[in-house]
């Protein structure tokens, strides 16, 4: 799971110094620590990605539910006459898409991707939808303002 390689001090000094090879795996962070052999370890390295998807995809998950309800929350609750609210959800669709692109796509399985997706997709279309008929009404109100005068 991990690569550890222990360098003994003289007894004067308590430090462990830990050198890491080259590996690549899915970092764990944990503000509390796990304590292998006495050490507190805050960073961990998991390699076997049959190991990772389950937390990967627990993650992703959590993070895509509450976007998705922070998402169907402000077109629910917002009258959006200026369209800063449906531009709001598509920076935030795009970047829920970029961060799942950069960090967990290599631990997710293409169906689990292709199922945020197509939610992801649903709701981008609606906020389009939204800012074309607020840009159409904003143009009519200018053409009728110009006719007035």
């Known amino acids: 799971m991990y690569s550890v390689q222990k360098i003994k001090f003289p007894k004067k000094s308590k430090k462990l110094?830990?050198?890491w090879e080259n590996i690549h795996g899915f970092l764990m962070t944990s503000?509390?620590?796990i304590v292998i052999e006495?050490?507190?370890?805050?960073h961990l390295e998991v390699m076997n990605k049959k190991m990772v998807n389950p937390m990967v995809s627990k993650k992703v998950?959590?993070?895509f539910d509450q976007l998705m309800s922070h998402l169907t929350e402000l077109f629910i609750e917002s009258d959006d006459e200026d369209g800063e609210v449906a531009m709001e959800v598509l920076n935030q669709i795009e970047?829920?898409?970029l961060q799942i692109k950069n960090k967990?796509?290599?631990y997710l399985s293409r169906q689990q991707l292709e199922k945020m997706s197509k939610k992801l997709q649903i709701?981008?279309?609606e906020a389009t939808r939204k800012m074309q008929v607020i840009q159409n009404e904003y143009y009519a109100l200018q053409e009728n303002h110009k006719r007035g005068k």
């Open 123 to 125: 709701l981008q279309k």
């Open 38 to 42: 006495e050490n507190d370890i805050f």
């Open 31 to 33: 503000k509390k620590g």
């Open 61 to 63: 998950n959590k993070k």
């Open 17 to 19: 110094n830990i050198t």
């Open 104 to 106: 967990y796509r290599e």
């Open 95 to 97: 970047k829920f898409r």
